[in-house]
Structure formats: C-alpha cells, structure tokens
C-alpha cells in the first residue's frame, strides 16, 4: 500500500479521503491495536500552517487556540480503541528544522511498526475532519473564554463524554457558529455548557458550584475544576491519570509560542479520560491568572483533586502529565509569582508525592507534544534485556581492580544523559539526539524513565533496537516517574496519607523488570526529606546495582546496593564550557591519578553524543596523567560496591593547617560497612618537622554506622603555604588501610576569632569570609552615599544573589552551634532581601543547604544601615554554589558594603 513522505504530509489540499470504516471498538490496552486496524486507512491532517500565524494578533491567536483545542479533542476521541487520525504540527523545534511529526510517521511505518502496511490519506479541510469522523462524536462542550480554567475543564468532558472542546464566540467564522449555531450534518449539539448559553458565566464564585450542594470556593477558576471533580473524577467518568497543562491563559500573551499552549498534548489524556488542571502550587501567595481568590484556594483545589485520584487508584501510583507552566504563570520570570521556576517545580512534584502521583514532566520549552493517542497503541516486548553485567573477573580484566581486589584509585565518571522524564522531550530530540552519528563513541548513560511508554513507546523500543555497546541504559528521575521519594513516608505533610513506600516499590519493580533496569541515575530529593531506611531499601529492593540522590552522603551502601551523592551538572554550554566544569568536579591534583578512587556522577541535559565526545576528548588532552576513566553505569557502580563492601572507609573533613595560633584540628569521618562492630585506631604519617597529638586515636564503630574522628597537627612556622600530602593510617582486624589526602598550609587561622567578615567594594577585602561569584550570584562594585560598596547583576533569572564562604578555620561542619550575620546596606526604599545558609535541619531547602535565615524590607531612610540574623544551628560545610555557606538573595538593587559572621551576637550599632 502506499506510505505518505515527508513532502506529502508538508502539502495542504490533497484529495480528498474516501469513505472510512468507523467501528465502534472498546478501548484496548496501550499496547496494543484493535484487530482490523491494519483495513483502515490512517487519516492524516495538517496543522502546521498554524505556525504562519500572527500570535500577537488577538484574532488569530485565538483561531490558532480554537483549531488546536478542537482537533486535539477529536484525535483523542476518534483514536480510543486503535489509531485512525495523525496530525501532522512539530515541524521544528529550538534544535532545529527537523519535521518531528514527520519523522515519528516514517518510524511507525517502518517494518514491523505500528503502521506498516497501513494506507495513508490526507484530510483537506477540517469540515472534512468533522464530516469523516461525526458518528463517533457525540456533540460539543462549551467553554468560557473568561474563565481560562474552563479551556481545561473541557478537555475532561471530552474524554468522559466524547464530545469535542470549543471556545463560546458568536463572530462570525469561530468554530462555535460554524459547529454549535451553523445546521446540516455538521453540527454538534452542546451536551455540556461551560458557560450559560446566553454567554454569561456559569461559574462567578458566589453562592454554590454549579450542580453540586458545594459552597463557592469564591474563585470562578477552582469552582470550575472542583464542578468537574464532583461530575468526573469522582463518579468514574474520568480516570486518575492527570494532565497539568496550561489552560487558555496562554491567549493573554502567547509569546509567539503556539506548541506552548499545549493543546496539541491533550489528545492523550482524552483517549484515555483523564482529567486536566492548571493550578498554583503555592499557598503563600495568590496566582498571578486569579489575584482575587484567597491565599491557598489553588493549592487547597489541587490536594483535592488529588486525593480523589488517590481514593479512585486505590492507593497506586498515578501519572501527572505535563509541569509548571513557568513561562507564563506563577513563577518569577514576568514577575508572575514570587517564587522562581526551579523551586515552583520543587514544589509541585513534592506535593503530587504526597498523594502517590508521579511526574511524566513535559518541562518548557520542549513541552509540546502531538500524536501520543496514536503511539500509545505501539506493540511492544515482554522484556527488553540489556547486557550482562561486569564480574570482578571483568572489572580486573579491564585494570579496575587489583590482583587483591581493591579499585585501582583513579577517578571514575559516568556521565548520567538526561533529562528524559518527559514524553514530550524524547519526542522532540530523539532526532537530534538519539539518532547523532556520534553515539557510541564514548560510554553514555541513558536516563530514559520506563513509564514514558505510555505515551511514546515508539521511541522507547526505538532506542532499544538501535543502541550500541556503548548506550546503557538507567532510570531517570526518582524512578519510573518523578517523585519526591521522601514524601513517601508518614507523617505526610499535605496528605496525610499512610505509607507509599511499598506502592511505589510495586510501580518501579514492574516497570524496571520490563527495561531490564538496575540503576536509578538521579533521585531528586527537592524540598522533601530524606529518604528514610525503608525508602532506601525499597530502591535496593528494585534497583539493586545503585542510585545517586541528592539527601545521601557522598558514598554508601543500603545492604549490598551501592549509592553516591549526585554531583553538578555540565552546562548545556559549548565544549569548552562543558570540560572546565567536568575539570572542576575532579578532586585534588589533577595532573595525576588520585590517591584513592574516585567517583563522580556527572548529569547532562540535552547534550548530544557528539558534545559529549568532545568534552571527554577535552578533558583527556589537557589533564592525561589525571586517571579518569568514564566508564558505564553499571560498571560505575560495581566499583563503588567492591571499593566499600566490607571495608570502614576514612574521610577527610577538614584538612587545614595554620602556621600561626598552635596546633589545627584535622577532622575525619569514619564509615563502616562492616558486618560487625570493630574498634580502629587511626595515625598520620607527616612530612617532616610537623607533629600530631595524640600519635594514635583509637575509636569503635558499628555497622552502618559513621562517627567523627579527630587530631591536632602543629607545623613549623617555616612550612611552605599551600597543599602538602599526609597519610591516615586506619588499622582494624588486622587489616591496614592507607589514605592519602592533602593538607592545605595557611598563614593564620580563625579558630580563635570572634567574628570573620568582608568589606566589599572595588576590591573586596576579606578577613575569614570571601565573596564567592557564581553563574547566579554575580556583582559589581559601586560608591553609594560616598562608601563602597556592591549591587547585583540579574543574569538569568529575576533573583541574584551574594554567595559567602566562611573561612573552615572558623567555623566548618559544625553541629549544635548558632551563629550571627549582619549586613550593612544601603536602605533606599521598596527594597527587600533575604538569606539561605547551610544547617543541620533536613527540612531546609536541598537537605539543609540552603536553608532559610530570614527577610528584610528596607525602611527607605536612605541611609547605611545595618542588621543582624541569627542563625540556629549552623553547618557552613561548603555545601552552596562554589563552595560558599551563605548567600543574600534579592530581586532588587541591593547595595551591600560589608557582611559579618559571629559566633555570639554583636552589638548593635
């Protein structure tokens, strides 16, 4: 039969399709396709010539939406039970001109795909659409244009009663006069009204929800989505699978992005009746599309329409298609809320935890998506295994493991190839990406979440049929969907609910016995605790090789289940942006191997094979004695289980030593994952003329657990400044372990100061505490009020900051000790700011790091003022960007000409 090309799907006005069997088969599983699907033809129609529009026009932006929403609905209704309507829309994307729609229907009609054999048609005009497919719609739903929430009300209708979304609008040529008003056969009766006929609103947020005996929330937004909870979700009309999609807010400013109204993704969720929101995820401020409701209606809503969802599954895990909607709504960026995008995810994935829903994260600006009613009908294998995993045989083989057993000390990377928990963004660079002619010439690790087989199975079996030796594959975020892993735990903030933990350990295991999944590359913890003993050992129970989360130490293992803390990203930046942040994550002296091994996890996003054989090539060319070996994950993580298995394992904290001020604390941590307690004793072998007390320290460990371990070093007032080698010699059951670290030589230390501090200006003059410039955090001098000073430069997003490190000799890694800020600044008017420091409290933002120290407003005196936090329980373990303790956070032209840090409160001024 003949297949359509690229150059047929691009054409409009082709002939005209014939007539079209229409059955009326059940819903089938996603997997699947009905049996007579192969005699039917796939009906293909053209959307891209919506990208010619003038989205700045009022009236085209809405013809663009209109078309969108309607034909969206219709595919996903017409597309139920097998594939019958492509749409042919992504025709580019920031990657380049690639025809994404284009691409995915020559793959679906490769031998055996889901479309070989299938004849192609093309569809001419939308009446025709309408005509082909009208004895499987059953009418309209009608929506409010002035309540944007109802654009997504609409799509849950669809789905639950099959009936197509249209906008109410009398003018003349809307899709309402010529479908709702117009007459003949196609005309589609309104079942369900979204807004009174007359065209004033069904939901004003006064009195009761429509059609329920519910008080008005007083939001006409929140009362439209609670109407459909109330008529959908709990009846059973829509099932509880979600889809967090931006609503018709987008025509307030499309920004000249049509694919980011994201109608063309809904077609998924109707075929197969899921409900639709767009909420705030906030309760301290009220969202930026409905100013008057009372703080917290969104988030209330939400957890609502969540926990209905959890009582409707049972308590298993559910999927939220789709993310924050950071451009245009709720986020700092416009200043469209208070929060900035990073953390409004944060915060968004951390409540969906709490319910058991998990994140397939169409994140802008890749988030459009089409055609996954079609790809959801994709067959695919029971089982699709990846290679043996190495042995220690292997591992010696390949000169990663001594002749005893022990790793060779080099610096082992696996690069961790992301972010690919989103349907939408494997659809749109698989082209790109995946298909690079350089792939396979450096070992990637593939972070391709399972559960994005719903919707796109073609490209997840796809890169399975076409991977090389050198393509690994690994979970992506948190698992088989992005959650939280520390909201899974009582007590539950926002839900309340018992335990997921074991719901979850059932939804991985199935989904990773699939893909043949052993490792979980990067469990992002957010703003959510720690992962607790039984969270942890769940993902050894499902992922038994190893994980690297964000709340864990550097190095560990659950049982036998090896884990490392996940470093920093590469920068989506050229190749020589991309090697000096790879340089800059190795430890110590780089123009040799390390002393002991080490191991980094390094995570890039949307980075192409041929950007990442280049870094490595980079890397390799300025550093060739340094011992790095990028290796795969599953040898990766084979590694660390044979370097800590059975061994307590020594690391230094603090490692500074000052010539001035008598002996300096050396701090050490000491692990054991040994089976038994043991007591060790610990010594150092010094350069010459230095002297350690006492010359032995003897300590007891138990099994997993980690105590702290430490000497006092004196050197000579002529030891030459800088870093100088010692050993720590571990004894234990008779077995001798050597590590060898460096020791950094100052002139002075702090440790016996009352306050460290910084004078900012021109050139900053520090005293125990340095201004550190990041990518986030940068500043330039200036003279205020005839004193000098410092203000900020906004680069990225609409926060800056001030990122302070406090000298280690003062205060580092410390437990139960309080300390003291203030900040002298300039108090001009309408100005506020606010301070993050590294604690101890597991709560605070990136397990304590960045926790909150409190807000300022300015009084407007205009004048240099000064103020002082205090901060309770600090850490200051170098924890911040670049290694700093602190940092002021300001949206606003904050001069600051000097920061102090006290151990006990200074005086006022």
């Known amino acids: 039969m003949p297949r359509v090309n690229r150059r047929h799907v691009l054409g409009f006005g082709l002939a005209g399709v014939g007539a079209v069997a229409l059955g009326g088969a059940p819903a089938s599983a996603a997997v699947s396709t009905a049996p007579d699907s192969a005699s039917e033809p796939l009906l293909v129609y053209d959307l891209a010539g919506l990208h010619d529009l003038e989205l700045a026009d009022p009236t085209q932006a809405r013809r663009a939406y209109d078309e969108l929403h309607f034909v969206a609905t219709l595919q996903g209704i017409v597309n ?65 244009p002035a309540v944007p929430a109802t654009s997504n009300v609409a799509s849950t209708v669809a789905g639950a009663r099959d009936v197509v979304a249209i906008r109410y609008d009398r003018t003349e040529g809307s899709l309402f006069q010529r479908y709702v008003d117009g007459s003949g056969k196609l005309r589609l009766p309104v079942k369900v009204w979204l807004i009174q006929p007359d065209g004033s ?24 989505y609670l109407w459909a909870v109330e008529q959908y979700l709990r009846s059973g009309e829509s099932v509880p699978e979600f889809a967090y999609y931006l609503d018709a807010y987008w025509l307030n400013d499309p920004k000249g992005q049509l694919p980011q109204a994201l109608l063309t993704n809904h077609d998924y969720l109707v075929s197969r009746r899921g409900f639709f ?19 917290g209606t969104d988030q209330r809503t939400l957890e609502e329409i969540l926990r209905v969802g959890h009582q409707r599954s049972g308590g298993t895990f559910v999927p939220v298609h789709g993310f924050v909607p950071w451009q245009y709504k709720y986020t700092s960026v416009g200043n469209a809320g208070g929060h900035d995008p990073v953390p409004t995810e944060w915060r968004f994935v951390q409540v969906i935890s709490a319910f058991n829903a998990y994140a397939d994260a169409d994140a802008e600006t890749l988030d459009g998506m089409a055609n996954a009613s079609v790809f959801r009908h994709a067959r695919l294998r029971s089982h699709y295994p990846q290679g043996p995993r190495p042995t220690a045989d292997e591992l010696r083989a390949r000169g990663f493991l001594d002749a005893d057993g022990g790793v060779v000390p080099r610096r082992y990377v696996m690069l961790y190839v992301g972010d690919y928990d989103s349907a939408a963004w494997i659809y749109q660079t698989t082209p790109y990406l995946w298909d690079d002619p350089a792939r396979g010439s450096v070992p990637l690790n593939w972070a391709f979440n399972p559960n994005l087989a719903a919707r796109m199975p073609v490209a997840m079996d796809r890169v399975r049929r076409t991977a090389t030796e050198k393509d690994t594959f690994i979970a992506g975020d948190s698992g088989a969907g992005y959650i939280n892993p520390g909201m899974l735990t009582e007590p539950r903030e926002f839900s309340g609910l018992p335990s997921g933990v074991a719901a ?24 959510a605790p720690p992962m607790d003993e039984a969270t942890l050992q769940a993902y050894a129970d499902f992922s038994p090789d190893g994980f690297a989360a964000q709340k864990v130490p550097p190095l560990g293992l659950v049982g036998e289940t090896p884990y490392v803390r996940m470093r920093g990203d590469l920068p989506r930046g ?38 990442h054989r280049d870094v490595v090539a980079a890397v390799r060319a300025e550093i060739p004695e340094s011992g790095v070996e990028v ?12 370097y800590l298995l059975d061994q307590v394992l020594l690391t230094p904290l603090l490692t500074v030593a000052a010539r001035e001020g008598g002996a300096s604390p050396l701090l050490f941590e000491a692990t054991s994952y040994l089976r038994t307690p043991v007591t060790a004793t610990l010594a150092l072998e010094l350069p010459a003329g230095w002297s350690v007390e006492p010359d032995e320290r003897e300590f007891s460990v138990g099994p997993d657990e980690t105590v702290r371990v430490s000497v006092e070093v004196t050197v000579p007032a002529d030891t030459p400044l800088g870093e100088h080698t010692v050993t720590a010699v571990l004894r234990y059951e008779g077995q001798t372990r050597r590590r060898t670290f460096v020791t950094m030589v100052v002139e002075r230390s702090y440790a016996d100061a009352a306050e460290v501090d910084v004078v900012l200006g021109q050139q900053n003059q520090p005293r125990g505490l340095d201004l550190v410039e990041q990518a986030d955090g940068q500043t330039t001098p200036d003279t205020v009020a005839e004193r000098e000073c410092r203000r900020p430069l906004f680069t990225q997003w609409e926060s800056s900051y001030f ?22 600044y300039f108090d001009a008017p309408d100005l506020s700011f606010s301070l993050h420091y590294d604690s101890n409290d597991p709560t605070g933002a990136v397990e304590g790091a960045y926790t909150d120290g409190g807000a300022r ?42 920061v102090a840090v006290s151990r006990t409160r200074p005086d006022q001024p």
């Open 80 to 144: 139920r039970s097998h594939p019958r309507l492509y749409v042919h829309f992504l025709n580019h994307n920031e990657f380049g001109d690639i025809d994404i729609d284009a691409y995915w229907l020559d793959v679906l009609q490769e031998r055996g795909g889901l479309l070989d054999g299938r004849e192609i048609r093309q569809v001419a005009s939308l009446d025709e659409l309408v005509s082909t497919f009208r004895p499987l719609l059953r009418g309209a739903v009608v929506w409010d």
């Open 201 to 224: 609103p069904l939901f004003t947020g006064q009195g009761t929800i429509p059609d329920t005996d519910r008080a008005t929330t007083r939001s006409p937004k929140c009362d439209a």
């Open 277 to 295: 929101f767009d909420l705030l995820p906030w309760d301290d401020e009220t969202p930026v599309d409905d100013r008057a409701q009372e703080v």
């Open 504 to 527: 979850w350990r059932e939804h991985c295991r199935a989904h990773y016995q699939r893909w043949d999944l052993s490792v979980t590359g990067f469990i992002i913890d957010g703003f």
């Open 574 to 611: 050229t190749v020589a942006e991309g090697a000096a942040a790879f340089r800059g994550y190795l430890d110590g002296d780089v123009a040799a191997p390390p002393y002991v091994p080490e191991f980094h996890s390094m995570r890039t996003i949307l980075m192409s094979p041929s950007w």
């Open 631 to 642: 290796v795969d994950a599953h040898t990766f993580y084979a590694l660390v289980r044979h």
């Open 803 to 824: 990122y302070l490190r406090v000298d280690d000799t003062f205060l580092f890694d410390a437990r139960d000790t309080s300390a003291f800020v203030s900040v002298e």
């Open 857 to 898: 407003q300015t009084a407007g005196t205009n004048a240099w003022v000064s103020t002082t936090f205090e901060l309770p329980d600090v850490r200051f373990a170098n924890r911040q960007n670049g290694g700093a303790d602190l940092r002021l956070a300001t949206t606003d032209d904050l001069c600051v000409a000097r």
